[in-house]
């Protein structure tokens, strides 16, 4: 009982500081959420030059799959066009479900600036309800998709298939394209070393021997040739 009313005491503070907050640029912005209950699963150093990318080019139409505590979705919604249409996509649960309680909904929503219109959505990304509902939410396309859900290769390689499409003059990025230990059953790096090989790509890594993270970034309406030699282990470009 006490521990549930530290958790919902938790929860409503982190509330009051996010209705709070206002933005003094992007180390102000990682902090904040990195500091709180809604820290991102990433490595800072990492996740920055993301969020720099994302400041620079202020996507109107962003789609997250997979929202974990909801720090990514917190930096989005504050270095995204002031009045972007963003979606977060989350699977209730399962080995790479989130499954984030009701009570961090209004929390959630709480992220998003006056002009912007933020969904959050419940469903397996897979689902043709879940398809249908991205493809009605955003029939224009998107600006800038942010792959973050199911980790298998097949669940990854699946999303990619199905959402890459929609991007029009913009940029994906997936998160953990650094090799995991083989039970973590992470299949991103698998398909990443696939992908680099066709699009103009970027590589933000630390370190390739730290077992997880890294983020890569695919300019998909750039293809260069597939037959342009890719060495392996990958060469990490960031910078």
């Given at each position: 009982?006490?521990?549930?009313?530290?958790?919902?005491?938790?929860?409503?503070?982190?509330?009051?500081?996010?209705?709070?907050?206002?933005?003094?640029?992007?180390?102000?912005?990682?902090?904040?959420?990195?500091?709180?209950?809604?820290?991102?699963?990433?490595?800072?150093?990492?996740?920055?030059?993301?969020?720099?990318?994302?400041?620079?080019?202020?996507?109107?139409?962003?789609?997250?799959?997979?929202?974990?505590?909801?720090?990514?979705?917190?930096?989005?919604?504050?270095?995204?066009?002031?009045?972007?249409?963003?979606?977060?996509?989350?699977?209730?649960?399962?080995?790479?479900?989130?499954?984030?309680?009701?009570?961090?909904?209004?929390?959630?929503?709480?992220?998003?600036?006056?002009?912007?219109?933020?969904?959050?959505?419940?469903?397996?990304?897979?689902?043709?309800?879940?398809?249908?509902?991205?493809?009605?939410?955003?029939?224009?396309?998107?600006?800038?998709?942010?792959?973050?859900?199911?980790?298998?290769?097949?669940?990854?390689?699946?999303?990619?298939?199905?959402?890459?499409?929609?991007?029009?003059?913009?940029?994906?990025?997936?998160?953990?394209?650094?090799?995991?230990a083989p039970e973590r059953n992470?299949?991103?790096?698998?398909?990443?070393?696939?992908?680099?090989?066709?699009y103009p790509h970027r590589e933000?890594?630390?370190?390739?021997?730290?077992?997880?993270?890294?983020?890569?970034?695919?300019?998909?309406?750039?293809?260069?040739?597939?037959?342009?030699?890719?060495?392996?282990?990958?060469?990490?470009?960031?910078?």
């Open positions: 009982m006490l521990q549930r009313l530290y958790r919902a005491l938790k929860l409503f503070r982190c509330y009051q500081d996010v209705t709070a907050f206002r933005p003094d640029g992007i180390s102000t912005a990682l902090d904040f959420c990195m500091s709180r209950i809604i820290q991102p699963l990433q490595i800072r150093q990492e996740l920055r030059q993301l969020v720099e990318l994302v400041a620079e080019r202020r996507p109107r139409n962003v789609l997250e799959i997979g929202t974990a505590h909801g720090g990514t979705l917190f930096l989005w919604c504050q270095f995204a066009d002031p009045r972007a249409k963003i979606v977060s996509l989350d699977l209730p649960d399962g080995a790479f479900g989130g499954g984030y309680s009701w009570k961090k909904i209004l929390m959630y929503k709480a992220f998003a600036k006056p002009s912007q219109d933020l969904r959050l959505l419940r469903g397996d990304s897979h689902s043709k309800e879940m398809i249908e509902r991205v493809e009605h939410i955003f029939p224009e396309g998107i600006d800038f998709l942010f792959i973050d859900g199911d980790h298998t290769y097949e669940g990854v390689k699946r999303d990619f298939e199905i959402y890459s499409p929609l991007v029009r003059n913009g940029f994906i990025a997936f998160h953990d394209i650094v090799p995991h992470c299949g991103v790096d698998r398909l990443w070393l696939e992908l680099r090989r066709e933000i890594v630390d370190n390739w021997q730290q077992g997880w993270a890294g983020i890569g970034v695919l300019m998909p309406d750039s293809p260069v040739n597939p037959s342009q030699p890719v060495t392996a282990p990958p060469i990490n470009t960031q910078g």
